[in-house]
């Protein structure tokens, strides 16, 4: 199955002795110091606020070959400023295969900020190495809190979840629901509703929004953005997240949670039965 979401994945050629990495997927989240967030309770994200974030936290999930017995490999990230610097991580990070099993992750904090101090804005970039073999690279910006959100009194009135087939249909074809049949989905979108008053200028409002898998997984970020003209008072945003045929999703209950640079502004569920 693929998914129909773009990220930074490398799949190296590696002799047969060393681990062979069939898919990896690199993921950034942040909280502050202290034992690791557990799955369930990591925000992903690729935007991050300049003020607010602390530390940043990496995670790896990989698939390989089933392994004859449990090995545990170094792992080394580097990260790529916006002027072109380079630091190592603060904290080593290690992964482990476990024999019987063919997936799995591990996550550590690998970078952090004095709390006198902010992250400088810009585009960042993160790679990393498994037993010296390259692993994958993930791109993601700091920036400070737009003041076009708080300036212009923007919010986030309601999320909404709706089926679809191909290409996003137009908002006034789109039947709006919270159960979904697996066997006839195959992709999901998501619309956000925007209010506010004209505010004589254009502005553009990123938006990251993640499903929460019934079983606790996180899907990478499913990247919007809100460009309101000058003249308009609200608008919306969409996008879709799935596969090419239906019958992938599993059954349960999601979670849809919605972040302007990190900070969730809205949260809804829905059933695929």
């Not at 998914?3 to 002795?17: D, F, G, S």
């Not at 004859?68 to 170094?74: G, N, Q, R, V, Y």
């Not at 709706?162 to 709006?176: I, S």
């Not at 506010?196 to 997984?217: E, M, N, S």
Request: include cysteine; charged fraction near 20%; proline fraction near 8%.
């Amino acid at each position: 199955m693929k998914i129909l979401l773009a990220i930074a994945l490398l799949w190296p050629l590696t002799a047969a002795a060393e681990p062979v990495f069939e898919k990896t997927v690199i993921r950034l989240f942040e909280q502050a110091d202290g034992p690791i967030l557990p799955v369930s309770r990591r925000l992903y994200s690729t935007r991050f606020d300049a003020t607010r974030t602390r530390m940043l936290a990496v995670e790896i999930s990989t698939a390989y070959p089933l392994p004859a017995a449990t090995t545990t490999i170094a792992v080394t990230c580097t990260l790529t400023r916006p002027d072109g610097s380079q630091a190592p991580s603060d904290r080593p990070m290690s992964f482990q295969l476990v024999a019987g099993q063919t997936e799995s992750h591990s996550a550590n904090l690998l970078w952090g900020m004095p709390a006198d101090q902010d992250w400088k804005t810009g585009s960042y970039e993160i790679e990393c190495l498994g037993a010296e073999k390259p692993i994958g690279t993930l791109q993601f910006e700091i920036a400070m809190n737009p003041a076009e959100v708080a300036d212009g009194n923007i919010r986030v009135e309601t999320l909404r979840i709706f089926r679809v087939e191909e290409k996003l249909p137009p908002r006034l074809a789109r039947q709006y629901t919270n159960a979904l049949v697996a066997e006839k989905t195959s992709r999901i979108g998501i619309e956000l509703e925007f209010s506010h008053a004209p505010l004589g200028r254009t502005v553009k409002i990123p938006v990251d929004c993640y499903f929460f898998w019934p079983d606790g997984q996180t899907s990478p970020p499913l990247v919007l953005s809100y460009e309101p003209q000058p003249t308009w008072a609200g608008g919306y945003s969409a996008g879709a997240m799935g596969w090419e045929q239906p019958g992938s999703w599993s059954k349960g209950v999601y979670t849809v949670s919605c972040a302007i640079h990190g900070q969730p502004v809205m949260v809804d569920r829905f059933d695929v039965t």
